[in-house]
């Protein structure tokens, strides 16, 4: 059985196409040459909104160089939970490998300093990802702190590791 198609729907599918084939024609513009494309999606970032999703949906179309220069930026937004959070890691996870271990604890840093459990939590996701060896190193600082909840995301991890050995 087929289900009638609303008369507003044709003109919808046009719109769609019309706004992409727009949205292209705006990234190869955007991509071309002499473009300081790292300071605007680094202020796209900052703002918010759909200038962030705008920005978190251009990163992918940088070149390795650009996205490793808006690293801090990107894990920035990888320390707390959001909408976002799914896009944010698929980005760090799409960095080379060995950069992105080579710079990654020392990014977090800062936001572990500030005892939050939220913060220890995301990074504890998001270093899971990446290497069993560092996310056992948080697990075992973060099951050490004398903060309960902190201490709680440091012990759920090392099962989690205990678990997948």
């Known amino acids: 059985m087929t289900q009638a198609v609303p008369d507003s729907t044709p003109s919808l599918w046009r719109r769609l196409v019309e706004s992409n ?11 071309a040459p002499n473009v300081d494309r790292v300071a605007l999606i680094q202020q796209g970032l ?3 909104g759909m ?3 705008t920005a978190l949906q251009i990163i992918p179309h940088l070149d390795s160089e650009e996205r490793k220069r808006l ?22 996870l799409g960095l080379p ?8 604890e020392r990014e977090a840093e800062p936001f572990l300093r500030e005892d939050d459990d939220d913060y220890y939590r995301r990074f504890l996701e998001l270093f899971w990802l ?3 060896g560092m996310t056992r190193r948080l697990a ?23 678990a997948d050995a």
């Open 21 to 31: 084939a727009t949205f292209n024609g705006a990234i190869r513009d955007f991509l």
């Open 46 to 48: 900052k703002a918010g």
């Open 51 to 53: 200038e962030r999703a």
């Open 71 to 92: 690293f801090s930026d990107i894990v920035k937004l990888a320390s707390s939970a959001h909408g976002s959070i799914g896009v944010v890691r698929n980005l760090i």
């Open 97 to 104: 490998r060995d950069f992105v271990l080579a710079n990654l």
């Open 130 to 132: 990446l290497d069993r």
């Open 140 to 162: 075992e600082r973060a099951a050490a702190h004398s903060d309960l909840d902190i201490r709680e995301a440091g012990d759920d991890f090392k099962e989690k590791l205990n």
